[in-house]
């Protein structure tokens, strides 16, 4: 299974998907605008295999925020969003503010519908996306995705009851590497995050759950075989949260 991964945005796209659908059990296609969901939906179709969901990335907020009350209508169609979030690194500062007014209308909204499964990027913004998300009860389950902030702040999602997707590229640094150490292993699940995602200049493909599991192995010191069955039953608990909600 891969629970974050820009499966439209391979140069081969259409071939990509068709591959995901026959190897993964589960695809979580997150987009990077509405537009971009209405145009993925309808060109690559539907599929209970691959999960196509609505998002406003941070990083695009700043010239795509126009598209907020799409978004906010397109939620209410779906079970899942993603991907949205914060980013608060230099290149995005001027965007932030906007940034925080997305993200607060999403997670209200989902709060107002009764919940959603959200895949969120926090890149140097955890405490912010943190707060947003303590404000809102009801919002539903939190996923942060390749999750890259401090030891305090992990402790915090956990306590909050965020879950974690990880794939193979969060491994690349030391501090990935420690932190992958830390996370709680009942609330862990693969992702790609491909085609951004690269490992040795490849871009990550969306069926490394396996590499994913590898990697894991090491951080946590415990066979292979066990890190996979972790998260195949993480996997399919996330899932299920997913299928349980009404939209």
């Known amino acids: 299974m891969d629970f974050h991964c820009h499966l439209d945005l391979y140069p081969n796209a259409r071939d990509v998907y068709a591959q995901a659908r026959d190897r993964n059990e589960f695809t979580w296609l997150v987009t990077t605008s509405p537009r971009a969901f209405a145009a993925t939906s309808r060109v690559l179709g539907g599929s209970e295999k691959v999960l196509i969901t609505p998002g406003l990335h941070p990083e695009i907020v700043g010239a795509r925020h126009a598209e907020l009350d799409l978004l906010l209508d397109q939620i209410r169609q779906v079970r899942a969003v993603g991907e ?47 707060a947003v998300l303590n404000a809102h009860s009801g919002y539903g389950t939190a996923v942060l995705h390749w999750f890259t902030g401090s030891g305090s702040e ?3 999602a956990v306590e909050q009851g965020c879950w974690f997707s990880i794939g193979p590229a969060a491994f690349n640094s030391a501090a990935g590497q420690s932190l992958a150490k830390k996370l709680p292993r009942d609330r862990v699940v693969p992702e790609s995050d491909g085609p951004f995602a690269q490992v040795d200049g490849a871009s990550v493909m969306p069926w490394s759950a396996g590499q994913t599991a590898q990697l894991l192995a090491g951080a946590w010191g415990v066979p292979p075989a066990e890190v996979m069955k972790i998260l195949d039953s993480n996997s399919r608990r996330l899932l299920g949260l997913i299928r349980a909600l009404d939209c």
């Open 84 to 130: 949205v979030g914060l980013d608060g690194s230099k290149r995005f500062q001027a965007s932030y503010e906007m940034q925080r007014k997305v993200f607060v209308a999403v997670v209200e909204q989902c709060a107002a519908l009764g919940g959603r499964v959200l895949s969120i990027h926090s890149r140097q913004a955890v405490k912010d996306v943190l």
């Open 154 to 156: 992990l402790k915090a």
